[in-house]
Structures are given as C-alpha cells and as structure tokens.
C-alpha cells in the first residue's frame, strides 16, 4: 500500500516569504522618497485623495521561484522507494535524446526501474502522482489561509493606518505655523552645530598631524643615535 510508506508530509513554509518580496522592495522606494521630500513651507489644504483600492484581473503567469518551491516540496515529501518521484527524474534524463517518442521514453523509463523494484506498477505510479498532488492541494489550502491572513495583516491594517493618519493630519494642519517655526529653529541650530563640528574636526585632525609628524621626527633622532652608537662607539 501506498500509504505504509507515505512520509509525513513537509509544510512549504517558504511560500510566505514570497508572498510579499516585491511589496517590501516597493515600501523601501517609498520610505526613500518620503526621506527626500523637503521641510513643508506652506500650510496643505488637504489630504491625498488618491483611489488604492487596485483591483487584480487576468491570468497570473508562470512564476519560476513557485516552480521551484513545488518541485521542492515533492522531493521533500518523496515516498520511500521507486515511485513517480525517480520515475520522472528518469524520464527528464530521457527527454534529450533525439529521434525516440515519448511513448518509447515512458515505457522504456517504466521496464528499467522495474528492474531495480519488482513490485513497480502502473497502478503504484498513479497512486504516487495522487499523493504529490494531494501535497500540493494542501500546500494550496494553506497557502489561500496564509493569504487570507495576510490581507488582514498586510492590506486592511495599513488602510486602517491611513486612515487614523489622514484625522491626524487634520490636526496637524491646525498646527503647520508652529511646526515651521520649529523647523526654522531647528535649521539654525543644525548650521551652528555642523559649524561647530567643522571647527573641532579641523582642529583634531591638525592635532593627529601634529602628533605623528613629532612622533617620527623623535623616533628619527632615537634610530640615529642607534646607528651612531653601533659605528662610533668601540669596546
């Protein structure tokens, strides 16, 4: 039977990640631009109106780190001896050789690893490929879970967010001529800091150079009473 040497399927955890690469590659363009926009110089009248609410149409593509995930996942859940799983890997290593059909490489693939398990049936080969797709069905279960959480996670929670920022924003309008004078403030003191630190830089580095060159030119003076004494002095 099939199941005596079912192992336990391995969960592809990795489908998480992969949920959401691209959306953390866009929030670090955004934080990039927020960072670059200048200090606000002039009271907004108003909050972004833009429509976010991207609807997703038309066919998904083929997408090789999905591909790959599965095809990994199958190995990880091999079944114990020859089944589909060495089955295909045989008939993959077949496929190049030029002028022989398919039905041939099926056949042929089949009597050779006959040959390794006698008890390799056709039977015995459909019930493996069930068994891996059974893996991936459940993979698909719980990866459509993982998304429902995850857009109550990652989408709904942010819209949430965006909209507790917009009523703040409302009061921070209140309060621009008070934030633009703390800028104004802040500005001054950053010139006077930054001016300051030049200052004491400067002055740090001239004391290292001070400090190496006399390092050297005492050193210089102890390495040539050392010559001195080795060709002037006898005993």
């Known amino acids: 039977?099939?199941?005596?040497?079912?192992?336990?399927?391995?969960?592809?955890?990795?489908f998480t990640n992969l949920l959401f690469t691209e959306e953390e590659t866009t929030e670090s363009t955004e934080s990039a631009s927020i960072e670059e926009m200048p200090a606000m110089a002039s009271t907004p009248t108003s909050s972004p109106t833009q429509n976010f609410n991207v609807q997703v149409t038309g066919d998904g593509a083929f997408d090789k780190t999905f591909s790959d995930s599965f095809h990994k996942l199958i190995a990880d859940n091999n079944i114990q001896g020859i089944d589909y799983f060495e089955f295909a890997q045989a008939l993959k290593g077949m496929s190049g050789i030029a002028g022989q059909s398919e039905s041939v490489n099926f056949q042929?693939?089949?009597?050779?690893?006959?040959?390794?398990?006698?008890?390799?049936?056709?039977?015995?080969?459909?019930?493996?490929?069930?068994?891996?797709?059974?893996?991936?069905?459940?993979?698909?279960?719980?990866?459509?879970?993982?998304?429902?959480?995850?857009?109550?996670?990652?989408?709904?929670?942010?819209?949430?967010?965006?909209?507790?920022?917009?009523?703040?924003?409302?009061?921070?309008?209140?309060?621009i001529q008070e934030i633009n004078d703390k800028i104004q403030k802040n500005n001054?003191?950053?010139?006077?800091?930054?001016?300051?630190?030049?200052?004491?830089e400067a002055k740090i580095g001239q004391t290292?150079?001070?400090?190496?060159?006399?390092?050297?030119?005492?050193?210089?003076?102890?390495?040539?009473?050392?010559?001195?004494?080795?060709?002037?002095i006898k005993e």
């Open 208 to 232: 290292h150079k001070n400090f190496i060159t006399t390092l050297a030119h005492v050193i210089s003076g102890l390495e040539t009473d050392k010559e001195k004494i080795n060709q002037l």
């Open 188 to 200: 001054e003191e950053v010139l006077s800091l930054n001016s300051e630190a030049a200052g004491a």
């Open 1 to 14: 039977m099939l199941e005596e040497n079912e192992p336990k399927k391995k969960k592809g955890n990795f």
């Open 108 to 175: 042929s693939v089949f009597n050779i690893l006959k040959v390794s398990d006698s008890t390799l049936t056709k039977d015995k080969l459909i019930k493996a490929v069930e068994h891996y797709v059974g893996v991936l069905k459940a993979e698909e279960v719980e990866f459509k879970s993982e998304m429902e959480s995850s857009i109550q996670r990652e989408v709904t929670s942010r819209r949430e967010k965006a909209e507790s920022l917009t009523e703040e924003n409302k009061v921070l309008v209140q309060k």
